[in-house]
Nanobody, 133 residues
């Protein structure tokens, strides 16, 4: 079955950097979409960055220019390089894998649980990022 494991989170001071990694055990569809989402205490899950099967990336306004998403199709791995971190970036970061083949996956940022087919979308358990001021 599909399992995703995130790593790379931890405490960091404002202005610092972290790189998150996501490793998927398998996925039954070629060239999947992958995404990073985060959830702060008491808030809903929000999209951070998504990347489609052809490598086109889309970012939330709050992180554009500071974060970079990348992936390896052959290994179903995804990464999130986070620079110039701010205290408001604090939260649990989740990786997800979903089918590819879309004209645009921008809406996945806004609809984490409803844009992609739930039966074909898989989530990791999350990794905590804490940015101190």
């Amino acid at each position: 079955r599909v399992q995703l494991v995130e790593s790379g989170g931890g405490p960091v001071e404002a202005g610092g950097s972290l790189k998150l990694s996501c490793v998927a055990s398998e996925y039954p569809h070629r060239k999947p979409s992958m995404g990073w989402f985060r959830q702060a205490p008491g808030k809903g899950r929000e999209g951070v960055a998504v990347i489609d099967g052809d490598g086109r990336a889309t970012y939330a306004d709050a992180v554009r220019g500071r974060f970079t998403i990348s992936k390896e199709n052959a290994e179903y791995n995804a990464y999130l390089q986070m620079n110039s971190l701010k205290p408001e970036d604090t939260g649990t970061y989740f990786c997800a894998i979903a089918p590819g083949g879309w004209d645009s996956i921008d809406r996945w940022l806004l609809e984490p649980f409803t844009f992609m087919p739930p039966s074909a979308t898989h989530w990791g358990q999350g990794t905590q990022v804490t940015v101190s001021s």
